[in-house]
């Protein structure tokens, strides 16, 4: 937020794909549960948000894919995800976000871009932006 760092982490869950029709776009559903912690941004606390209240989170949506198994794209994929959370901050102040995300998921590793907001439903809409790096484990 703000160019204001912080640590954060998500678990995330991809289940079974599925094409969609005859084209070469295939969906799978994607859950999340993510934990983003405060910050003490001195300058925020008179407001009616701070930046101080950790976040957790819990997402679910689709995450999209194109091409065929093979194609070097294919591991590119982008998902969208409805999210619902505890705490209020200057970033996050709905109980209610969307979660955007861009990224590449190989076999073991992932790297994503992901963005968090209200979708300027509600102010303040700072929005959280984090890249991401991940571990994949297949059970």
Do not use: C, K
């Not at 405060?38 to 995450?63: C, E, K, N, Q």
């Not at 590119?76 to 979660?99: D, I, N």
């Not at 790297?111 to 984090?130: A, D, F, K």
């Amino acid at each position: 937020m703000d160019s204001y760092a912080t640590n954060t982490v998500f678990v995330e869950g991809v289940l079974d794909e599925h094409r969609i029709g005859d084209s070469r776009f295939s969906w799978s559903p994607d859950v999340s549960l993510g934990w983003l912690d405060g910050r003490d941004i001195a300058h925020f606390d008179g407001g009616r948000y701070t930046t101080r209240d950790p976040i957790w989170l819990v997402a679910g949506g689709a995450r999209l894919h194109y091409g065929d198994a093979g194609d070097w794209y294919r591991p590119l994929f982008l998902s969208f995800q409805p999210a619902l959370h505890t705490g209020r901050t200057q970033a996050l102040s709905t109980p209610y976000e969307f979660v955007s995300t861009l990224g590449w998921q190989g076999r073991r590793f992932s790297v994503q871009i992901r963005h968090i907001s209200n979708g300027n439903l509600h102010h303040p809409n700072r929005g959280e932006t984090m890249a991401l790096v991940g571990v994949a484990f297949n059970p």
